[in-house]
């Protein structure tokens, strides 16, 4: 019975350094081309560089053109909804003042005018809010592309693996090396086909 123990024993500490070996060897022929390409890959050098963007956006005579517009536009908005809102105040005033010598239907008429421009003025509010909305959908949609074809065209000598954004306080980059920042090439580059667009 002890004999029968000590076979099964080595028979089981052959198999195990069998599976062992298996487990652990470099596997031969059209799998090991895949490591191996795999290999390289992860040895070939990965170069990243990174554009701020808060300094992209002080900078960038689009950026900053386009901004203005923007601006402008949702001031004009608030203006023409003051302006009307003030409007419509000052009749339900007038209104007020003259309740008591108005008739029952003259009232009631005058009621449903009033809330009938109230409406009108919320529908307004709404669509113009949408609209500016949009455009600025639009805006940064169009500066995507501009800054992705700018790099596309600033990456084929350079070589960079990956090109990262950064931003003051809203990145999740931890430590960036300044010899790596190319923001202020972008941003020559970016301008000068600005200006080249304008000419």
């Keep these: 019975m002890k004999k029968v123990s000590i076979v099964l024993n080595v028979v089981l500490f052959v198999l195990v350094g069998i599976l062992f070996y298996l487990h652990f060897a470099k596997p031969s022929g059209p799998g090991n081309m895949a490591t191996s390409a795999a290999e390289q890959h992860s040895d070939s050098v990965l170069r990243i560089a990174y554009v701020n963007i808060d300094s992209l956006e002080q900078h960038y005579s689009y950026f900053q053109v386009k901004k203005e517009e923007l601006s402008k536009k949702q ?15 000052d009749e339900v005033a007038a209104l007020q003042k003259k309740a008591s010598t108005m008739t029952q ?22 669509n113009l809010r949408q609209e500016f909305v949009g455009e600025q959908q639009q805006f940064n949609t169009e500066l995507h592309n501009r800054l992705d074809a700018f790099l596309k065209k600033y990456n084929q000598d350079k070589g960079y693996t990956y090109i990262l954004s950064y931003s003051d306080g809203l990145s999740d980059i931890l430590y960036k090396e300044p010899s790596n920042d190319i923001t202020a090439d972008v941003i020559r580059g970016l301008n000068a086909e600005e200006t080249n667009q304008a000419k």
């Design 105 to 126: 239907s003259q009232g009631e008429a005058a009621q449903k005018s009033i809330m009938q421009k109230q409406q009108a003025l919320q529908q307004r509010e709404q």
């Design 75 to 89: 001031e004009s908005i608030q203006k023409d909804l003051s302006s009307r809102a003030k409007a419509l105040q």
